[in-house]
């Protein structure tokens, strides 16, 4: 008796791809003022994502930041989690 073999074609669906997990954020200046923010996915299939913020955007860029890293950027939280030099030199 033979037995068939069929071959199952991918056709790029989202749900056939591996999750979207992300590996690493980097920051970089951006020309003119301003930063990006680049989020670096686990496996090939998935491209970097730039994200760009002007100078004048500082409280979407720290939002950005704690959505995607879980640090409480908070002005609040900044000035409870800031350090003094005596702190850092202990």
């Known amino acids: 008796m033979e037995q068939k ?4 074609e991918s056709s790029g669906k989202r749900s056939e ?3 979207k997990t992300l590996d690493h954020i980097e920051i970089h ?4 003022g301003g930063a990006i923010i680049r989020h670096q996915y ?3 299939e998935h491209k970097p994502e ?3 913020f002007k100078q004048d955007q ?3 860029f720290a939002a950005h930041l704690a959505k995607h890293t879980g ?4 002005s609040a939280d900044r000035s409870k989690a800031s350090e003094t030099e005596e702190e850092i030199e202990a």
Do not use: C, M, Q, W
Request: glycine share 12%; proline share 8%.
């Open 71 to 74: 640090f409480p950027l908070s």
């Open 29 to 32: 200046p951006r020309l003119g």
């Open 58 to 60: 500082g409280e979407k």
């Open 50 to 52: 730039d994200h760009n």
């Open 17 to 19: 791809r591996s999750k």
């Open 42 to 44: 686990a496996g090939y």
């Open 5 to 8: 073999i069929t071959s199952v």
